[in-house]
């Protein structure tokens, strides 16, 4: 399996579990994960054409996400409490980030040697949790 298919698979997990969220809606979840950047612009990254500086991705409907992130990405059939939760269409947002390195001081003799550690990329991923019966979701397709 490829990078690009082991991370996608970890998105995939990561919004099934923020959908088995025991809250009715959930106005902005948000999924932040290390990423590789080739990683990103192999899959993510090159799906759609994103605005500002910020290079942020919105995603209209859901379903231009499925070629990369697979079939019922975005919906859990029952929570715990017996309700239909799935991504409201229209409300995914994401984009790639750089993380700021942590700065440490070490002594190394009598000199103070500087270091930076974790200069990662990550993607920060949102959308809104709905709720309600399958019909309503078709309906907002």
């Known amino acids: 399996m490829d990078r690009a298919q082991t991370f996608h698979g970890q998105i995939f997990r990561e919004i099934k ?8 809606e959930d106005p902005e979840i948000s999924i932040d994960l290390t990423v590789d950047k080739d990683v990103f612009m192999e899959g993510l990254g090159g799906v759609l054409p994103c605005y500002g500086r910020k290079m942020v991705y919105q995603v209209k ?3 231009m996400l499925d070629p990369i992130l697979g079939m019922k990405w975005d919906e859990r059939i029952l929570t715990p409490a017996g ?20 700065t440490e001081y070490k002594i190394i003799g009598e000199q103070y ?10 993607i920060a991923f ?16």
């Open 17 to 24: 579990k923020k959908l088995w969220s025991r809250h009715r």
């Open 61 to 63: 409907s859901n379903r």
């Open 83 to 102: 309700d239909f939760a799935y991504v409201i269409p229209g409300t995914i947002k994401y984009w790639m980030g750089q993380r700021n390195p942590i």
């Open 113 to 122: 040697i500087k270091s930076e550690i974790e200069n990662s990329f990550f």
């Open 126 to 141: 949102q959308f809104v949790r709905g709720d309600g019966n399958r019909n309503n979701y078709q309906a907002n397709m």
